[in-house]
C-alpha cells in the first residue's frame, strides 16, 4: 500500500536455507498481513564485489548502484546475520563497507534479530552496531531482538511455523517501521 513504511531486510548469511534466511523470509510473510508495514528481502549479497576504494567512485559498480538504491528506497533496515569468529561475516561486513561512501543509510531506522541461542551471538550485535552507527544509521534499540531459532520451529514452508515467533517478528517490524 501506498502509506506503508518499507523495510529493506538484510540477510548476512550466504548459507542458502540459514536460520537468519529463515526469519527475514517470515518477515517478508508477516508484513503481507501487517497494517503499515511492507518488506523486501535483498538478494544480492553474493553479487557484491570485494569492497575496494578505488572502486567507490562513479560509475559505482553495478551491484553496489543495486544496493545502494534498495537502501535509499527503503524506510527502515532489517539485519539478521550470523556471528563468525566473534564478529559478522565477511560477506555482510562486505556489504556494510560499500555503504560507507554513499549517504543512503544516514539517519535510517535499522535493528536486527538476533537467531544465536543463549551465549552466542553478542560479538555480531556489537560489530553492528558500531559499524551502523558508524554509517549514520539510527540503531532503533526496541527493535533489535534475540530469536533463537531452532530446526523445529521451521514448518515445511521453509517459514518460522511458531506462532509466537512470528508474533515478535512482526513486533519488530512495527516497532521499525514507527521509527524515524
Given at each position: 500500500?501506498?502509506?506503508?513504511?518499507?523495510?529493506?531486510l538484510l540477510?548476512g548469511s550466504l548459507r542458502?536455507?540459514?536460520?537468519?534466511?529463515?526469519?527475514?523470509?517470515t518477515?517478508?510473510a508477516?508484513?503481507?498481513?501487517?497494517?503499515?508495514v511492507?518488506a523486501?528481502?535483498?538478494?544480492?549479497?553474493?553479487g557484491?564485489?570485494h569492497?575496494?576504494?578505488?572502486?567507490?567512485t562513479?560509475?559505482?559498480p553495478?551491484p553496489?548502484?543495486?544496493?545502494?538504491?534498495?537502501i535509499?528506497a527503503?524506510?527502515a533496515?532489517?539485519?539478521?546475520?550470523p556471528?563468525?569468529?566473534?564478529?559478522?561475516?565477511?560477506?555482510f561486513k562486505?556489504l556494510?563497507d560499500?555503504t560507507?561512501?554513499?549517504i543512503?543509510?544516514?539517519d535510517?531506522p535499522?535493528?536486527?534479530i538476533?537467531?544465536a541461542?543463549?551465549g552466542?551471538?553478542?560479538?555480531a550485535?556489537?560489530?553492528l552496531?558500531t559499524v551502523?552507527?558508524?554509517?549514520?544509521?539510527?540503531?532503533?534499540?526496541?527493535?533489535c531482538?534475540r530469536?533463537?531459532?531452532?530446526?523445529?520451529d521451521?514448518?515445511?514452508?521453509?517459514?518460522?511455523s511458531d506462532?509466537?515467533m512470528?508474533?515478535?517478528?512482526?513486533e519488530?517490524?512495527?516497532r521499525?517501521?514507527?521509527a524515524?
Amino acid at each position: 500500500m501506498p502509506n506503508d513504511r518499507h523495510i529493506l531486510l538484510l540477510p548476512g548469511s550466504l548459507r542458502a536455507g540459514s536460520a537468519n534466511e529463515t526469519v527475514l523470509r517470515t518477515a517478508v510473510a508477516v508484513a503481507r498481513v501487517t497494517e503499515g508495514v511492507a518488506a523486501t528481502y535483498y538478494t544480492g549479497l553474493a553479487g557484491l564485489p570485494h569492497f575496494n576504494p578505488d572502486l567507490d567512485t562513479d560509475p559505482l559498480p553495478e551491484p553496489v548502484t543495486g544496493l545502494r538504491a534498495a537502501i535509499e528506497a527503503a524506510d527502515a533496515l532489517l539485519i539478521c546475520t550470523p556471528e563468525y569468529a566473534g564478529t559478522l561475516p565477511g560477506a555482510f561486513k562486505n556489504l556494510l563497507d560499500w555503504t560507507v561512501g554513499g549517504i543512503e543509510i544516514a539517519d535510517k531506522p535499522a535493528a536486527w534479530i538476533n537467531t544465536a541461542g543463549p551465549g552466542r551471538g553478542q560479538g555480531a550485535e556489537e560489530a553492528l552496531r558500531t559499524v551502523l552507527r558508524y554509517t549514520g544509521a539510527t540503531v532503533v534499540e526496541e527493535a533489535c531482538v534475540r530469536v533463537p531459532l531452532a530446526r523445529g520451529d521451521v514448518g515445511p514452508d521453509g517459514l518460522v511455523s511458531d506462532p509466537l515467533m512470528r508474533d515478535r517478528i512482526g513486533e519488530v517490524l512495527v516497532r521499525l517501521a514507527s521509527a524515524g
